[in-house]
Each structure stands twice: as C-alpha cells, then as structure tokens.
C-alpha cells in the first residue's frame, strides 16, 4: 500500500462543476503540498498545508491532520484547470524527502 | 516565489552522445538540489540529492556514473546524462530547495524547474 494515495485517478467534468481531489496519507507529516502539472510538464506548487485550509482564487485546499486526509477542490472550474493535481506528503522525520501521490489527472470540458 | 530555470527545454541526442541539463536558482541560494524523471503517465522518481559543494546521494537503481550531478555553487546544478541511450529519453526536472536569500530561510514551500524533455535516438 503507498503511503501517499490519491483519488481519483482521472477525472472528467464538464465547465463549471465544482471537482473535489482527496489525499490520504498514512505517515506523520510535517506537509502536506499539493501541486500542479500541466500537459508541458511543468510543476507548479498550488498549496502548502500544514493544517486547516487555505484558499487561492477558485482553489481550496483542507487536511484533516487526525484522519491524515487532504482534499483539493475547485471551484467554477474551467477548461484551463485540465492538468494533472499531485499531492505530496513531507514526512516529519524528513527535511526534505517527499512521498510522492500518484496524480489526478483532471479534464475539464467545455 | 522564487524564479528556477532550467534549461534545455527539450533535447534530441544521438545514442552514446551527452546531454547536460543545467538549473538554476535566479533569486535564492539553494543547498540542496532534487533531480528528478519522470516517464509517460509515471510520476516523478526522485533520482538523486545534491548538497552544495558535497557528492551527490543517488537513489537505488539510479547509475551515479551515468547521470553525473555537479552542485558546485547555491544558485546552479548540472545533470549530465552520459551515454545516452534511449531508454534514458524522459522529463527531468530539478526542485531546489530553499536556503536563504530574498525570500529568506526555508519554509518548506517546493519549488521546481520547468523540466528538460530527452530524447535519444
């Protein structure tokens, strides 16, 4: 079992739908980040949670730090939200390793 | 945040020929560099840890021969894929982390270059 798990593995949605990406994580964190490839490859840090929730724009980030759960929603969504959404965990025993989800590769349709 | 520049973009190379990535930190200094690959529809692997001025740590199963990592100053790291092959061709991309500098000590936020796509023929 990863120590990092993410659902789910694909999404499609339509323009304007509200998408929800969860991350649950079985280690003791001092992180939780979640991030943003596009289809170019290139890796945008979106979040940085340590607890509670956060907001940017249409993104809301939460984590839950008793059920070791995060969850990434978007809100209004739109055709250019369509990457690929990554959670990492940063474990408390680690500076600077990362435990790596598998991705949610997101689709937004017109 | 903090600028990172990788550089090439993208590189097409003959089998047996040398490829060296470059990244750089423009406005922070980073101790410790990450490189990473990352293959089609994979997530990224983490290949090796570079610390300023010190050897690198490889992860296992990553040949330190054929992927050299220099990390001779805080705002540059160099990966050099020898030999190329084309099992080689992958996404590399390079995540510094954050010492000091503008945005002053580490917080932990991650940062990443915008990734060298490899291509061996």
Redesign the interface.
């Known amino acids: 079992k990863n120590e990092v798990e993410q659902s789910p593995q694909n999404l499609t949605a339509q323009e304007g739908e509200f998408i929800t990406i969860n991350c649950s994580y079985s280690v003791g964190i001092s992180a939780l980040h979640w991030l943003q490839q596009h289809p170019g490859g290139g890796i945008v840090s979106l979040f940085m949670l340590s607890s509670g929730k956060k907001k940017h724009g249409r993104l809301i980030a939460t984590i839950n730090i008793q059920e070791k759960h995060s969850s990434l929603h978007i809100t209004a969504s739109h055709p250019r939200d369509s990457a690929v959404y990554i959670c990492a965990a940063s474990p408390s025993d680690s500076n600077y390793q990362l435990i790596w989800g598998a991705g949610t590769k997101l689709i937004i349709k017109p | 945040?903090a600028v990172v520049s990788q550089h090439p973009s993208w590189v097409i190379c003959k089998s047996g020929t040398s490829v060296k990535i470059e990244c750089r930190s423009l406005d922070f200094q980073a101790t410790?560099m990450?490189w990473y690959r990352?293959f089609p529809k994979q997530?990224?692997m983490?290949m090796a840890?570079s610390n300023e001025g010190s050897k690198a740590t490889y992860e296992q199963g990553v040949e330190k021969d054929k992927f050299l990592i220099n990390h001779a100053s805080l705002t540059l790291s160099t990966l050099t894929v020898t030999s190329a092959h084309p099992e080689d061709s992958s996404?590399y991309?390079c995540s510094p982390?954050l010492s000091a500098g503008r945005a002053g000590t580490n917080?932990?936020?991650?940062?990443?270059g915008?990734?060298s796509?490899l291509t061996v023929l």
């Open positions: 945040g410790t990450f990352q997530s990224l983490l840890t996404f991309i982390r917080t932990g936020e991650l940062f990443f915008e990734g796509r």
